[in-house]
Structures are given as structure tokens and as C-alpha cells.
């Protein structure tokens, strides 16, 4: 009888394993929530480093790995270089600057965070059969407003994982490749893009108003046509986000 090929077996399929690497608690949670909402991915596990990902793909088969570049220890482009019979891979980073170097390696896609739901499915279709998919556009099922800010996401702070409800943040700042979060109970900074973390925050909860800041709706004590009052702090309202934010805020 002959063989099937690798690619035969997949379209023979409807469900497939994968497997998301990443340091980062709001990115797993992104990549967990968009994984739960394909029928045909069954997410068999999640991994913080490289080390813990080459494990779980010698103990079970892998279909597709979501894997993140900046991971402790080892990085996600040594990964690859170590598997002999790698998966589908699709690299998931905050960096441009990897692209090239990443496709010599012959990774399926490479998603720039913060990843959109309907980005993430067309890395699916690349790496499995698309007549299987939901289609493109099914929207990501978020969190109510109502129990949006009861949610909790960690964080990495003094090498520890600090736990910060969303119901306590305040505001955003981004200091370049950090961000400091401004909290009822004080500030952590922490090493994380804005943008992707603008990914992870509920849209009707939180709003970016600044390259710079994001607000919590529901903590803004007053505001102008170019600034934020939250308590004694004062967030300045950007030109490129100025319309939109005002939008939001019912200014008139």
C-alpha cells in the first residue's frame, strides 16, 4: 500500500494539536482565546521557554506551533535550528527584524503582535487545510464589559509574576520597551510592547488616546479636547488618536 504524504495525512484530518510558546501570560492568553475558536485546533498544551517546548514535542506529535522569538534560555529561532522534523511553525513576535532570518528557516508565517483574530486564522488556512476553517470573517468572542474588569493577567516584575486585576489599573505608560502600569494599589514596569498589550485589554474596558498611553474608561475623572484627568495624573491626548478617543468619550 503506498505511503501517504505529510500533506495528504493533514487534509485527511479534522483536527490537528498545537502548541503555543511564549514568556508572555497576555500573549498566551491571546493565542489560548483565537485557538478555542477554529473547531479543528485542539490546543494540547503551553509552554514559557524553549526548553519546556522541546519536551512537550518529544512526548506528544505536534501539527502547529505558535512560537515566540524572545523566550528565555533558548530563542525561538534556536528552537527550530534543533528540531530534525519540526512541526508547522508560526512565529509570533513584537519585531520586525526577524523576518527574513525566520523564513530561511521555512516557518509557515510570521505574525507581528499585537495579532488580530482574523491574521491568526489566515496563518491557520497556510499551515492547514482551508476548506476546514471557519470563515474569516467570525469575529473574537471578548469579554463583557461587565466582568471584563474582574479578569486578572501576570506579569513580570522583579523577577516575580505579579498578578494585576484589570478592575485596578488606571493607565498605561510606555517607557520604549517597557511599560509601567499605573495601579490603585502603585506601579509595576515591566518588559512588554504597548501595542501588544493594547491587544490583550478588552476594547470597550480600555482605550488608547497616545503612542504612549492607554486609559482605563472607567477611572477618568475628567477630560479636554487634548488631555486626561485620572486622579492627580494628567494623560496627554495624541493628534493620530485624538478623533477617535473623542468619539469615545462623547466629547462635544
Same mark, same amino acid.
Given at each position: 500500500?503506498?505511503?501517504?504524504?505529510?500533506?495528504?495525512?493533514?487534509?485527511?484530518?479534522?483536527?490537528?494539536?498545537?502548541?503555543? #510558546?511564549?514568556?508572555?501570560?497576555?500573549?498566551?492568553?491571546?493565542?489560548?482565546?483565537?485557538? +478555542?475558536?477554529?473547531?479543528?485546533?485542539?490546543?494540547?498544551?503551553?509552554?514559557?521557554?524553549?526548553?519546556?517546548?522541546?519536551?512537550?514535542?518529544?512526548?506528544?506529535?505536534?501539527?502547529?506551533?505558535?512560537?515566540?522569538?524572545?523566550?528565555?534560555?533558548? +530563542?525561538?529561532?534556536?528552537?527550530?535550528?534543533?528540531?530534525?522534523?519540526?512541526?508547522?511553525?508560526? =512565529? +509570533?513576535?513584537? &519585531?520586525?527584524?526577524?523576518?527574513?532570518?525566520?523564513?530561511?528557516?521555512?516557518? %509557515?508565517? &510570521?505574525?507581528?503582535?499585537?495579532?488580530?483574530?482574523?491574521?491568526?486564522?489566515?496563518?491557520?488556512?497556510?499551515?492547514?487545510?482551508?476548506?476546514?476553517?471557519?470563515?474569516?470573517?467570525?469575529? =473574537?468572542?471578548?469579554?463583557?464589559?461587565?466582568?471584563?474588569?474582574?479578569?486578572?493577567?501576570?506579569?513580570?516584575?522583579?523577577?516575580?509574576? #505579579?498578578?494585576?486585576?484589570?478592575?485596578? =489599573?488606571?493607565?498605561?505608560?510606555?517607557?520604549?520597551?517597557?511599560?509601567?502600569?499605573? +495601579?490603585?494599589?502603585?506601579?509595576?514596569?515591566?518588559?512588554?510592547?504597548? %501595542?501588544?498589550?493594547?491587544?490583550?485589554?478588552?476594547?470597550?474596558?480600555?482605550?488608547?488616546?497616545?503612542?504612549?498611553?492607554?486609559?482605563?474608561?472607567?477611572?477618568?475623572?475628567?477630560?479636554?479636547?487634548?488631555?486626561?484627568?485620572?486622579?492627580?495624573?494628567?494623560?496627554?491626548?495624541?493628534?493620530?488618536?485624538?478623533?477617535?478617543?473623542?468619539?469615545?468619550?462623547?466629547?462635544?
Amino acid at each position: 500500500m503506498p505511503s501517504l504524504s505529510n500533506q495528504s495525512i493533514l487534509e485527511s484530518r479534522t483536527n490537528y494539536t498545537c502548541l503555543i #510558546v511564549d514568556d508572555e501570560p497576555p500573549a498566551r492568553d491571546v493565542l489560548r482565546r483565537y485557538v +478555542t475558536q477554529v473547531p479543528m485546533l485542539s490546543l494540547i498544551g503551553e509552554c514559557t521557554n524553549a526548553i519546556q517546548a522541546l519536551s512537550a514535542l518529544k512526548q506528544q506529535p505536534i501539527d502547529l506551533l505558535f512560537l515566540d522569538i524572545q523566550l528565555p534560555q533558548l +530563542t525561538g529561532i534556536e528552537l527550530i535550528r534543533t528540531l530534525t522534523q519540526p512541526p508547522k511553525i508560526v =512565529l +509570533t513576535t513584537a &519585531y520586525e527584524h526577524y523576518a527574513v532570518q525566520a523564513f530561511e528557516l521555512d516557518v %509557515t508565517d &510570521y505574525l507581528i503582535k499585537p495579532i488580530r483574530f482574523e491574521r491568526f486564522l489566515k496563518s491557520v488556512s497556510k499551515a492547514l487545510p482551508d476548506h476546514k476553517l471557519p470563515p474569516i470573517s467570525q469575529p =473574537l468572542t471578548a469579554p463583557q464589559p461587565e466582568t471584563a474588569m474582574d479578569t486578572f493577567l501576570y506579569f513580570r516584575a522583579e523577577r516575580k509574576m #505579579v498578578k494585576v486585576f484589570l478592575g485596578d =489599573l488606571l493607565y498605561v505608560e510606555s517607557l520604549k520597551d517597557y511599560v509601567k502600569l499605573h +495601579t490603585t494599589k502603585g506601579s509595576i514596569i515591566t518588559k512588554y510592547a504597548i %501595542t501588544a498589550l493594547e491587544a490583550m485589554l478588552p476594547g470597550p474596558s480600555f482605550l488608547r488616546v497616545h503612542r504612549s498611553y492607554l486609559v482605563s474608561l472607567d477611572k477618568i475623572d475628567s477630560f479636554t479636547s487634548d488631555q486626561i484627568a485620572i486622579g492627580r495624573h494628567l494623560i496627554p491626548i495624541g493628534k493620530l488618536y485624538r478623533q477617535q478617543a473623542l468619539k469615545l468619550l462623547n466629547y462635544t
